[in-house]
């Protein structure tokens, strides 16, 4: 156990841009992508808004190197996870000891629900290669065959918080000595079991959502991956141009109240964020700005509200949810806002928080509402929270 | 109400709860049945499915759901408005 | 730093929720799956809570519970769960019910209970475990980057006490679709001669182990957990033994210090070879016992064997119907667990008696 674990690089394709680049330029014009179905097929087409990455399988899978027949989850995240290697510069894997940590909450389910319609009329129909990589562990080694990738090749399914997850664990991985470089973060790709899933429980907004916004009416679901690169002191020395900013705070908690809803005192998600303040050794004061984990939902707003002024009061960070941007990207979002809040401390970057008009009655912070480059960031923190009570925050510091 | 009560009991899956175990003004929630926010929700398909009635608003739940003779007089004050 | 099993808890197709006898008997099957013998629930949970439970969750809370009272703890300070299947009861029952009713009117119990997390949000809850929660999914090594985790903890000085399992189950759709596969035997097979089959196939199996992991040793101590490695794909048998030899000269011990290996062979002919050349090849004169006629193959089966692994070495008594080839240990300070997940997933577990 010892050394810093450093974030040399990051990958996204989302809603709002093919690759990284891309989503910087959709904040900086407040486009959200949000649009109306063109992919999945769902009887919810032109009621539902959903920001969907624009791109067919056939064009994805082109991308990724791999078959259109394999889960859109698994496209996606091997475009990101590549697009996340090869922003550090460093060339090769081989040479290194590398582990591939992702996330993701469905795993082959885009594939086994096409399945079903026939397997249900019978048994002995419906092809089989739709359900072949149907389990999460399945997803990620396929991203991890065609990269290359053994030595430590592992899987977290914890609802939205699991890309936050993944990192946690990945860092973990390093600062034991067990590898040097992991990727680390999630992907999800829409499907109608998580648009039906969701919408069971009225929680979907018919117009494009509002976190923190005193008229939201829930969330919007979105798709894609988020993949950083974490390495350890030794490699974070050979990048040519140096690393992003240091993992330097996480911390896991359970909110312990109910299988879907947020306590109303946000006590899990407060333990989280507490927890990766003592880890980094930071007073709330020094974080500069917070990804939240905004879903939009009365229930999430309320509790990650109010367990920011209870740790935060009286003066508060400035702060945003990309989801009113990227959708909830379930297993992904922890691993894009991961790459969102990395780049926020590199490059001095506030995220825009779409659509917010109206403040919360409870609170007296409001969201950031345009983009901004070139603030001084020293700490950022990015919260993930999600059903079973998993919360996760994550801190990114700088080094100067 | 005796179909009602059975309706629920099957929708949300009552383990060793009876029709008559529910008393007609019984509150359904929290310290009476003790049911929560998802039971609600499935509460809204269960009037769905069997009496046509559709409820977009889930803040309508608590006053619709608080008993057994709030939902038949909902029910009953719905279909009329369809008839 | 040492790491110390404080208790158990297992449910699984043997009678093994109650800890003493030690699997006196062997629970027999015919067929090609083995479905978990499940106590009654509502010894730990509430009925109000027990009405929206599939079984791979309530198997989860059974095992847990067990575990934390055979330790003597009420409250972790940590769960960690690997399961590679998650809940396939209820996403089985929302996807059916999503395709038949084409989107309509469906309800979000299923859907709720179906996020791979909830066996271990359920713990949680119940106990109003506000600790380190996580949930490991990757196939067969669902358990063991549980256990990796648990163990980093440990050394992180992160908790003191971490409660880890791993847990699956079969549903009609999965072990309909995994036969189609060819996964399981074609024609019926007792269980107490799968080891000694010759044809293709296996038997599928369920359950869950879970398990009290701390640092300290004391009364209730069951087992040491010494060592932990999986080997993903190796690119030959060289690389293979190579990275057995590595384990265990990482734990300064040799083939010869093993006085039991418990062995993951299922009875699949096409898959014989992987356990037989470690056995023979590396292990060569040392007692093998098999355990996947006792549990069935799943992906999480090594939890099983890591409860079977640590109850062994704490009653140090072998059960009958276990030793696959090899005389009996007259000893039994040390176990290794092998198991190999179609040939492509290989783990390594190393228990040591206290």
Not at chain 1, 244 to 248: A, H, M, V
Not at chain 3, 137 to 141: S, T
């Given at each position: 156990m010892s050394g810093q674990v450093w974030v040399a690089g990051g990958g996204v394709i989302c809603g709002i841009g093919a690759d990284l680049r891309a989503c910087l330029e959709a904040f900086a014009r407040m486009e959200p992508g949000m649009q109306d179905m063109q992919h999945l097929r769902s009887i919810h087409r032109g009621v539902l808004p959903v920001a969907e990455v624009k791109a067919d399988n056939d064009a994805l899978a082109a991308q990724a190197g791999l078959p259109a027949s394999v889960s859109r989850t698994a496209l996606l995240s091997k475009i990101a996870a590549e697009q996340a290697w090869a922003s550090t510069g460093l060339g090769s894997l081989a040479p290194y000891r590398t582990g591939l940590v992702s996330a993701n909450t469905v795993g082959g389910m885009d594939k086994t629900e096409d399945f079903f319609g026939a397997y249900l009329q019978h048994p002995q129909q419906g092809r089989l290669w739709q359900v072949l990589h149907h389990e999460c562990g399945s997803v990620t080694e396929l991203v991890a065959d065609a990269m290359g990738i053994r030595q430590q090749v592992s899987t977290i399914s914890t609802a939205c918080s699991s890309g936050a997850n993944a990192l946690m664990y990945g860092a973990r991985l390093i600062r034991h000595n067990i590898v040097d470089v992991v990727i680390a973060g999630g992907a999800d790709a829409l499907t109608r079991f998580t648009l039906n899933g969701f919408n069971t429980l009225m929680i979907l907004d018919q117009q494009p959502c509002r976190p923190f916004d005193d008229t939201r009416a829930g969330l919007n679901l979105g798709e894609g991956a988020g993949y950083v690169v974490l390495v350890s002191d030794a490699v974070a020395a050979q990048l040519p141009n140096g690393p992003?900013?240091?993992?330097?705070g996480y911390a896991n908690a359970n909110d312990a109240y109910h299988q879907t809803a947020s306590s109303p005192e946000g006590t899990g998600n407060y333990l989280a964020m507490k927890g990766a303040l003592e880890m980094s050794g930071l007073?709330?004061?020094?974080?500069?700005y917070i990804n939240l984990h905004g879903t939009g939902t009365q229930n999430n707003d309320e509790s990650e509200g109010k367990a920011i002024q209870r740790l935060f009061a009286p003066y508060y960070p400035a702060m945003s949810s990309t989801k009113s941007f990227t959708g909830h990207t379930l297993g992904a979002s922890g691993g894009i806002e991961a790459v969102f809040s990395a780049l926020a401390v590199q490059q001095g970057v506030i995220y825009p928080n779409a659509h917010f008009a109206v403040p919360m009655k409870e609170y007296p912070f409001t969201p950031a509402t345009s983009f901004s480059k070139g603030n001084r960031l020293t700490h950022v923190m990015s919260n993930s929270f999600g059903f079973g009570g998993n919360c996760s925050s994550l801190i990114f510091s700088g080094f100067n | 109400m005796a179909d009602l009560k059975s309706q629920i009991i099957a929708q949300l899956n009552l383990q060793e709860v009876k029709p008559e175990d529910i008393g007609n003004d019984q509150p359904l929630f929290k310290e009476g049945l003790g049911l929560d926010s998802i039971d609600a929700l499935e509460l809204i398909v269960l009037l769905q499915q069997h009496y046509n009635i559709r409820i977009a608003n889930p803040e309508q739940g608590p006053e619709i759901f608080h008993s057994v003779r709030s939902m038949a007089e909902y029910i009953t004050a719905h279909q009329k408005q369809q008839g | 730093m040492n790491i110390y099993i404080q208790g158990t808890g297992c449910v699984s197709p043997q009678d093994t929720t109650v800890v003493e006898p030690f699997l006196a008997g062997i629970r027999e099957y015919e067929g090609d799956r083995l479905k978990a013998v499940e106590p009654d629930y509502r010894q730990w949970i509430d009925l109000k809570l027990i009405r929206r439970m599939g079984r791979v969750v309530k198997m989860g809370i059974a095992a847990a519970k067990l575990s934390l009272q055979e330790a003597g703890i009420d409250m972790p300070d940590a769960i960690v769960t690997g399961t590679a299947y998650g809940c396939l009861e209820d996403t089985g029952i929302f996807l059916s019910r999503m395709v038949a009713q084409q989107e309509e009117m469906l309800t979000p119990t299923a859907f709720i209970q179906s996020t791979h997390n909830t066996v271990g949000g359920q713990i949680a809850l119940l106990l109003g475990c506000h600790a380190y929660n996580n949930t490991f999914?990757?196939?067969?090594?669902s358990f063991e980057s549980a256990l990796l985790d648990s163990m980093m903890l440990l050394q992180e000085q992160a908790a003191r006490q971490v409660l880890v399992g791993g847990v699956d189950e079969i549903t009609d759709h999965s072990h309909r679709i995994l036969s189609r596969f060819g996964l399981y035997k074609q024609a019926p097979v007792r269980n107490t001669a799968l080891l000694q089959s010759h044809t293709g196939g296996t038997i599928g199996g369920e359950g869950a182990a879970y398990f009290m992991l701390g640092t300290e040793r004391n009364v209730r101590t069951v087992a040491r957990i010494t060592g932990l490695a999986t080997i993903y794909k190796p690119a030959d048998e060289q690389e293979m033994d190579a990275a057995v030899e590595a384990f265990l000269a990482a734990h300064h011990c040799s083939s010869g210090d093993i006085d039991l290996l418990i062995s993951g062979r299922n009875g699949h002919a096409g898959e014989n070879r992987h356990f037989t050349r470690l056995e023979q090849k590396l292990f060569q004169g040392c007692a093998v016992a098999g355990f996947k006629h006792l549990c069935g193959e799943y992906p999480t089966a090594s939890a099983f064997a890591t409860w079977l692994g640590a109850r062994i070495l704490h009653g140090q008594q072998l059960p009958q119907?276990?030793?696959?080839?090899?005389?009996?240990?007259?000893?039994?300070?040390r176990i290794l667990i092998y198991n190999c997940y179609q040939g492509t997933h290989h783990s390594l577990i190393l228990l040591d008696r206290t």
């Open positions: 992003w900013c240091r993992l330097s007073q709330p004061a020094d974080i500069a | - | 999914v990757h196939r067969a090594f119907g276990l030793l696959f080839s090899g005389a009996a240990p007259r000893q039994l300070d």
